[in-house]
């Protein structure tokens, strides 16, 4: 298995525009860590470097903590599957998986074998025979994963793999993705701007905004914990109020709130609570009187913006209560879900 690090490795094209700058994080051994960002963020500009088609300006690159700048393309044993699946089309789909063992020379027994194992992984096993365009879009993605995967690579590189795809083959395929990833323990990189997908198949998530590694952590850390404005606002924050921190108490324009986190010195604090975090009723402390100004159903949810002193929260509501324009409400903001972060 195999530990994946980039120290300060950043990208200048010839045209002076800097795609990626500094990015140090490590992929442990078979971790499948998700690299999250908007599109050109240098997400896949990251995955060309990692795979060799690319050099780095400055920076390295480590397997196991060894330097691989000077191995070729070919034999860092990095696989990247792209946005579009380039399947060969002239071969079946049993040939289109067996490319790359064939190009190590492996034996036509064990070939057939692995190409099988391959194909059944991914749900395909009588498809060895069609070709390309005989299947669906998802039929054809899960075909580049088992090419993908019957080489046993190093590290896997998965940029943009679904994106192409409806909604439920996404999942299904996700899932799928998740599952082999795990079985094979392979370490994969997996690159998508989808907020949803990368916290549902990541392990960890780095977060990278205009070609710079924001925040690298568990899924949940950015949600509760998120390093900055800046990174609260990308995964979906909408409420943001500014205050002055006295110990647990922070006076804000809606009022005086305690917060639980205490890890920030006194003074002026950004304070953010996520939509879905704030309730409607009271219910122990940080409870305030607002107004609804709007409600939306939304079938699973209700969205609901309310206004207290003419500070408008955005409020996450339960879709099986109805508020009404100007109805008077109680907002309860929980302490332990109030994150605070540095004013400015």
Known sequence: MTDLSLVNLTKVYDSGVTAVTDLTFTVT??????????????????????????TPTRGDLLFNGRSILSVPPEKRETIMVFQE????????????????????????PTIRRRVLEALTAVHLPDFASRWPD?????????????RALVVRPKVLLLDEPLSNLDRELRQ?????????????????????????????????????????IRQVGPPRDFYEKPADE???????????????????????DVGLLEVAQADLPDGNVLLTIRPEAIEIGTNGHNNLPAHVWSYSYRGLIAQCTAGIHNVE??????????????????LHLPRERICLLPNG
């Not at 860590?33 to 050109?40: A, E």
């Not at 005989?134 to 088992?146: E, F, I, M, N, T």
């Not at 907020?195 to 198949?201: D, F, G, K, R, T």
């Not at 996450?316 to 109680?330: K, L, R």
Request: charge should be positive.
């Open 134 to 146: 005989q299947l669906s879009g998802g039929q054809r993605q899960r075909v580049a994963l088992a």
């Open 230 to 252: 800046q990174v609260a606002r990308f995964l979906g924050g909408a409420n943001f109020l500014r205050g002055v921190k006295q110990g647990h108490l922070v006076q804000t």
């Open 313 to 330: 929260l955005q409020v996450i509501a339960s879709p099986f209560q109805t508020y009404q324009e100007g109805e008077p409400i109680i």
């Open 172 to 212: 299904e395929l996700r899932e799928m993705i998740r599952t082999l990833q795990r079985e094979a323990g392979i370490t994969t990189l997996f690159v998508t701007h989808d907020q949803a997908e990368a916290m549902a198949i990541a392990d960890r998530v780095a977060l990278m905004l205009d070609g710079r």
């Open 29 to 54: 051994a078979g971790e499948l860590l998700v690299l999250l960002g908007p599109s050109g963020g240098g997400k896949t500009t990251t995955l060309r470097l990692i795979a060799g088609l690319l």
């Open 85 to 108: 699946h380039q399947l060969f089309p002239f071969m079946s789909v049993g040939d289109n998986v067996a490319f790359g063992l064939r190009m190590r020379r492996l034996d036509r």
